[in-house]
Structure formats: C-alpha cells, structure tokens
Antibody
Framework: EVQLVQSGAEVKKPGESLKISCKGS????????IGWVRHMPGKGLEWMGI????????RYSPSFQGQVTISGDKSISTAYLQWSSLKASDTAMYYC?????????????WGQGTLVTVSS | DIQMTQSPSSLSASVGDRVTITCRAS??????LNWYQQKPGKAPKLLIY???SLQSGVPSRFSGSGSGTHFTLTISSLQPEDFATYYC?????????FGQGTKLEIK
C-alpha cells in the first residue's frame, strides 16, 4: 500500500527555521516525483514545487522560488520542505503528494498534511 | 503561469441532484487536467485525471470531460459524502497550478 506520512504539527515564531518531512512507503520512492502543496486558511491549493528523489532534481513554482527549499534523502525515502526564516504568512497546511508522471501527470497519493503555525 | 478559473465558486445542491463544475484554462492545456476532492481537515483526493479518466476506486457517478481550455466535472447523482470542495489542476506546464476551488454545499 502506497503511503506518505508527514511529520507533526509545528508552532514557530517569526524568524525561526523549520524543516518538515514526508516519508514514503509501499512503492519505489526513488522513481516518482514528490510534490509539495500549500493550503492557507480559507484559501485554495497552491503548487509549490517538486523533487525527484532518485537524483534530487528539484523544480519550484516561481511564487515559492527562494522562499523555501525542497530536499530529499533517498536512503530513508523521505522528502523535506524547509524555511530558513519563517513569516506569519507561512501559516498554512502543507501537503506532500506523489506525482505520477507516466501518461498524464497527476498527484495520486497524498500525505495527511503538516500544519505550520507561525505566530509571535 | 497558466491560470485556472473555476465556476461557480460555491454551489448549493440536494442529494440526488446532477451537478456540473466548470474549469477554464488561460491557454490550451490539451487534456492535462485533473480534478481533486477535498473534505474539511483532510488531504485532497484525486478523482479524475487526463480530463476524463476515473481514478481507481472513485465512484462512477463522477465524470470529467473537455479539452483545450474548457473542462467540466459532473456528479450524476449527489450523495451525502460528495459535499466537499473540488479543485481542478493543470499538469501541462509547470507550475502545475490549481483552480481556486468550488465548494459544494447541501441545500
């Protein structure tokens, strides 16, 4: 069974750093892109970027380039999303998802989400 | 970036109704269009990919159509568990943008 399990909720102060994780199982982790999606309170879904764990190739949405870093460790089947200096506007639920790209590209399996709250 | 626009933004309907949600792309995306369902406090769930292919395990009352810039998601007979927010997403070119969502509520 394909599963993506994300790290737990975080409460941080503005200016702090943070790294959240997404661990895959039940499939060949290195052979599928992992994407990150932001869901701000009361807003729609936003595609942030993707990583190919097999070679760490990473692509970012222009809206998120320079704001976050996506990385991975294929040895432990885990992808990461990190911030060096959080802002209140980073408060959101963050989802990872497997990106199936044989034929039509789609996000077919999702993690349960990690809630990030940034408040002074 | 390709802009995705859904209509309506919200919709009230009754159990048993037939419902259609529209998604328009700012440029042609061929059939590279996916639909997701999201319930409160839950992760999105893939319903339809490639504009019209039903994801495994998704009930057949869900269907999708369209190509180019105009797409629709239809629920043939609404069930209580279908009340949720629906998003379209283009996977034609990065960034793979989402529509703003359509909230389907019980009338």
């Amino acid at each position: 069974e394909v599963q993506l399990v994300q790290s737990g909720a975080e409460v941080k102060k503005p200016g702090e750093s943070l790294k959240i994780s997404c661990k895959g199982s039940g499939y060949s982790f290195t052979n599928y892109w992992i994407g990150w999606v932001r869901h701000m309170p009361g807003k729609g879904l936003e595609w942030m970027g993707i990583i190919y764990p097999g070679n760490s190739d990473t692509r970012y949405s222009p809206s998120f380039q320079g704001q976050v870093t996506i990385s991975g460790d294929k040895s432990i089947s885990t992808a990461y999303l990190q911030w060096s200096s959080l802002k209140a506007s980073d408060t959101a639920m963050y989802y990872c998802a497997r990106m199936y790209d044989r034929g039509v590209t789609r996000l077919d399996y999702w993690g349960q989400g990690t809630l990030v709250t940034v408040s002074s | 970036d390709i802009q995705m626009t859904q209509s309506p933004s919200s919709l009230s309907a009754s159990v048993g109704d037939r419902v259609t949600i529209t998604c328009r792309a700012s440029q042609s995306i061929s059939s590279s269009l996916n639909w997701y369902q999201q319930k409160p406090g839950k992760a999105p769930k893939l319903l339809i990919y490639g504009a019209s292919s039903l994801q495994s395990g998704v009930p057949s009352r869900f269907s999708g159509s369209g190509s180019g810039t105009h797409f629709t998601l239809t629920i043939s007979s609404l069930q209580p568990e279908d009340f949720a927010t629906y998003y379209c997403q283009q996977s034609y070119s990065m960034p793979y943008t989402f529509g703003q969502g359509t909230k389907l509520e019980i009338k």
